[in-house]
Nanobody, 121 residues
Framework: QVQLVESGGGLVQPGESLTLSCVASGTIFRIYNMAWYRQAPGKQRELVAQIPNGGSATYAGSLEGRFTISRDNTKNTVYLQMNSLKPEDTAVYYC???????????????WGQGTQVSVSS
């Protein structure tokens, strides 16, 4: 059916940057919302940023200005540019999307498998 595959995670030092990518593949009619969540050890999963189809991006309040979400609808891909990374940004980052499989059908939600981002000196 539909798969979300994330890439771009890794280990970086404080102050460095990373860009995450997430590609949605499969039988997709229309993608509505695309988003990034993260989950740090021992904490609940939290929204990082989301970007609706044709709409404006929104961010968790503390992250706006350092993180930028964007999407390429021709590639069914969402990106997360992360600058000035801090140790507290360490988490597994998950891609999320809400989409239609066929015209006039209901919407479905999908999650990626997650990619680890570690920020440490």
């Amino acid at each position: 059916q539909v798969q979300l595959v994330e890439s771009g995670g890794g280990l970086v030092q404080p102050g460095e940057s990373l860009t995450l990518s997430c590609v949605a593949s499969g039988t997709i009619f229309r993608i509505y919302n695309m988003a990034w969540y993260r989950q740090a050890p021992g904490k609940q999963r939290e929204l990082v940023a989301q970007i609706p189809n044709g709409g404006s991006a929104t961010y968790a309040g503390s992250l706006e200005g350092r993180f930028t979400i964007s999407r390429d609808n021709t590639k069914n891909t969402v990106y997360l540019q992360m600058n000035s990374l801090k140790p507290e940004d360490t988490a597994v980052y998950y891609c999320y999307t809400n989409l239609q499989l066929g015209a006039g059908g209901r919407t479905y939600s999908y999650w990626g498998q997650g990619t680890q981002v570690s920020v440490s000196s």
